[in-house]
């Protein structure tokens, strides 16, 4: 919930309240406790996260770490290493209102559990790619605690160049927290990828299949969206993603994936040939800018099947 809304459902018993601050800001109740909310939020078996931390590590503080939430009490916060701008603008409230000491204790998170959970994330977090300059990166589906960060990529990514388009599926909706917007995305017709450096969103691509509303004669097809941002550019992102989209497509049985470029996007357009994808029409107008003017753009696609390739060759 909003930290409004806490405030106010806890009004008569703020002192003794208790909560897990999340990274966008919103307050969870911290029910059966702080340490269990915390191992929900992770969305990780309990017995993977047991395997990955130390033995000297408090568990409340390494979770506090891998889940980058905040348990709090009246007189206590034990804080991540990367406090977000939304977690200290509710700390801010919550003082304001008197849900939090004016002595409250502001806990960090020791070094030794922040270089633990980093060990257990690269473990964790999927498959290991190899960067064009050597660096390492991780690729996997989306877990539900990088929905609190996908907004701020969304939105620097989309600042960050002119060429943004995509369905309206695959981003959070207006006044939609982080768990509503996770709860809409469908592993089995609707996959969302990531790739994460340094515990950083560097790039991601969402698949939505076709909706087989008219008789199931297009459930063949899906359509692709993918983002990285530019001081991740030209160190093959973009690639990996697109590999690993074609890659769920096959096993589920999608035989066309397109998708929609601008025109003048030579980057994305070199980046799709390379995959094998080839250029089947042309959209005019097909994106309207704030200023009134129009952007053209291509359609694309990539045929899984052999045959269906060299028969669409244009």
Not at 8 to 28: F, M
Request: with cysteine; glycine share 6%; aromatic share 8%.
């Amino acid at each position: 919930m909003r930290a409004e809304e806490f405030i106010e459902k806890y009004e008569q018993t703020r002192e003794s309240c208790e909560g897990i601050l999340l990274p966008d800001g919103s307050v969870e109740e911290s029910l059966p406790s702080h340490i269990s909310k915390l191992a929900e939020l992770s969305r990780q078996p309990p017995e993977k996260l047991n395997g990955k931390m130390e033995k000297e590590s408090t568990p409340i503080c390494w979770l506090a770490e891998y889940t980058g939430c905040i348990p709090m009490w009246h007189t206590r916060l034990i804080l991540p290493s990367g406090m977000t701008r939304h977690q200290k603008e509710t700390v801010k409230k919550l003082k304001e209102a008197g849900f939090l000491s004016p002595k409250c204790l502001m806990e960090q998170v020791r070094e030794e559990d922040v270089n633990s959970v980093s060990r257990a994330r690269e473990e964790l977090s999927g498959r290991k790619i190899v960067l064009k300059n050597k660096r390492a990166a991780y690729l996997r589906l989306i877990q539900y605690l990088d929905t609190y960060r996908l907004l701020p990529f969304l939105e620097k990514a989309e600042k960050q160049s002119r060429f943004f388009p995509g369905r309206q599926e695959w981003f959070p909706r207006e006044g939609e927290d982080a768990a509503e917007f996770f709860a809409r995305q469908d592993e089995e017709n609707s996959p969302c990828f990531v790739v994460e450096i340094d515990n950083m969103l560097a790039g991601r691509a969402c698949v939505s299949r076709c909706s087989g509303q008219r008789g199931n004669c297009d459930i063949h097809r899906a359509d692709i969206s993918v983002a990285v941002l530019r001081e991740y550019w030209q160190l093959g992102i973009g690639t990996e993603l697109l590999n690993e989209c074609k890659r769920w497509c096959i096993q589920s049985g999608v035989e066309q994936l397109e998708a929609s470029v601008a025109s003048s996007n030579l980057r994305a357009k070199r980046v799709l040939r390379r995959v094998g994808f080839l250029r089947v029409g042309k959209l005019p107008r097909a994106w309207k800018n704030p200023d009134g003017t129009y952007v053209d753009g291509e359609r694309w696609a990539l045929f899984l099947k052999q045959e269906e390739k060299e028969e669409s060759r244009i």
